[in-house]
């Protein structure tokens, strides 16, 4: 890996990855003799699968300047709140995920020992309903928070669901207004420095040959630069998340969008409904070793709420990451540096986030070997965390229907994510790891809608007079609950967006 400074930048891949990328480099380095080059073919074609985001995306856009408006009208965007999941506990039940915390602190005391302890004395309702992004998102309505409120009850962040075709012409729009060049051909070869192991250059179809200093590998499962060339190696997680395929379908939406991503259990797997303006995403993941591509396929169909859009198509894939997500003079982004399945909606973040490294670890634009091993080291532990996170879905399921889930539910599981299960399970301890992806209002919202609860809680509780805290947490769940109902739905707040906003 040379040291040298960068003057030349090529991305290879469009998609989400590549023009986020494009238009994130162009923006941050805009001050520097920078040339940025993305080269993609069309006829390639990208994934796609996922359309719905965590509360991250917000700060990415408003990094770049992109108003929200303009944001909604130019991607079908709708609001989300969070994620319902159905049937993972047992068949009929669900719960809810929300960008929130659950309640507000009493008396000095965090509000989860407090609430288990009325719970367990039958003085308080359901946990989510202690939380307003819940309760509004189930109601079907939607308001940004109000960060100037007197109470801690009306904080919570919000994400959204759009079309990812549309944010990447967007943001190749963006990245083209900045600079950037793309060059359309296929790549038929990679050449690496015969002295240095570095790439040094592409050849296309077309006859032409791109070199750079620094690649940026968005090339999808395939990992072009990062594994055909560079043999950077993967680790397979498959025996944690055996989930491997995905079939994906747009359908007719027959009803106003809810403000959230739908997660329904299925005998292998579990099903998506993502509400846009103008559609509906769906798609039902499963593992093969359980269920067929055709069963997959029919259970799908026979849940859209609308006719389809299209054919179905199946997604291969396998759930891991590449050794290292930066290699000598590559860097890989989004399915080219691995992959998670979509459960949590966090494929669009984890580009986010390795970009954010390479800005954090490539201030002037020089590699230093010290700084790009402490980026690897930070991308593993987030995609590690993110890992337990999900692990921690199929482990506490609480279904009996099928081998699929009964066998999850017996999978000895990363050291890492036992020692925040043995910690809760004990007193109801949230341990925060480095780089966590989700913090411990999410990890509250999967143990307790899943119904893994601790065998004691904070002592400190005891102190505090049982009927005064009945009385302050009816008090809470009265004004979740009278928040909920003055927000506007969430057809009539997209509206209001996007009233005024030009098209083109």
């Known amino acids: 890996m ?55 995306i917000i700060r990415l856009n408003q990094y770049l300047g992109i108003r929200e408006a303009d944001f909604i009208v130019a991607t079908g965007a709708t609001f989300k709140l969070g994620i319902e999941f159905a049937d993972w506990q047992s068949q009929g039940e669900s719960f809810f995920h929300p960008f929130a915390d659950f309640g507000v602190p009493v008396g000095g005391l965090p509000f989860f020992p407090i609430w288990l302890k009325l719970h367990r004395q039958g003085q308080a309702a359901p946990l989510q309903e202690y939380s307003l992004a819940a309760s509004m998102a189930l109601a079907g309505r939607f308001a940004q928070p109000d960060e100037q409120a007197r109470t801690p009850l009306a904080l919570y962040s919000y994400a959204y669901h759009f079309d990812a075709a549309r944010y990447a012409q967007l943001l190749r729009r963006y990245a083209e207004q900045r600079g950037v060049q793309r060059v359309e051909g296929k790549i038929i070869d990679v050449k690496l420095d015969a002295a240095t192991g570095d790439i040094q250059s592409v ?182 965390r993110l890992r337990d996170f999900i692990i921690l879905h199929y482990k506490l399921n609480g279904r009996n229907d099928s081998d699929f889930w009964r066998e999850l539910r017996e999978i000895q599981v990363p050291d890492s994510l036992q020692q925040k299960m043995d910690a809760f399970a004990e007193d109801g301890r949230l341990l925060s790891l480095e780089q966590e992806t989700f913090l411990e209002p999410s990890w509250l919202a999967i143990y307790n809608g899943l119904n893994f609860q601790p065998r004691g809680y904070l002592s400190d509780v005891d102190r505090l007079d049982s009927a005064q805290l009945a009385v302050v947490l009816k008090k809470m769940h009265r004004a979740v609950a009278t928040a909920a109902t003055h927000a506007p739905s969430h057809d009539d707040f997209l509206r209001q967006t996007m009233a005024g906003v030009e098209t083109h």
């Open 203 to 384: 050849d296309l179809d077309s006859g032409a040959s791109l070199s750079a200093d620094l690649f940026i590998d968005c090339s999808g499962f395939r990992g072009l630069l990062i594994e055909q060339a560079l043999a950077t190696g993967f680790d397979d997680w498959g025996h944690w998340l055996p989930v491997d395929t995905a079939i994906a379908v747009q359908s007719e939406r027959r009803t106003p969008p809810p403000p959230f991503t739908r997660a329904t259990a299925t005998a292998a797997g579990w099903r998506w409904r993502i509400p846009l303006q103008d559609r509906s995403g769906n798609g039902h993941v499963f593992s093969s070793d359980y269920m067929s591509v055709e069963q997959a396929t029919e259970e799908l169909m026979r849940n859209l709420d609308g006719d389809p859009l299209g054919d179905p198509r199946p997604i291969r894939f396998r759930t891991g990451m590449r050794k290292k997500f930066w290699h000598r003079n590559c860097v890989a982004l989004g399915l080219a540096s691995g992959f998670i399945e979509p459960l949590e909606s966090t494929s669009i973040s984890l580009i986010q986030t390795g970009i954010e490294k390479l800005f954090q670890f490539l201030p002037d634009l020089i590699p230093q070997p010290e700084k790009v091993a402490e980026a690897n080291r930070l991308n593993r532990a987030e995609y590690e």
């Open 2 to 56: 040379t040291t040298e400074p960068i003057k030349r930048i090529l991305i290879v891949g469009g998609g989400t990855a590549g023009w986020m990328a494009a238009a994130t480099l162009a923006h941050h380095y805009r001050n520097h003799a920078l040339s940025i080059q993305l080269v993609e073919s069309e006829q390639i074609g990208t994934v796609g699968v996922g359309e719905a985001t965590v509360p991250s």
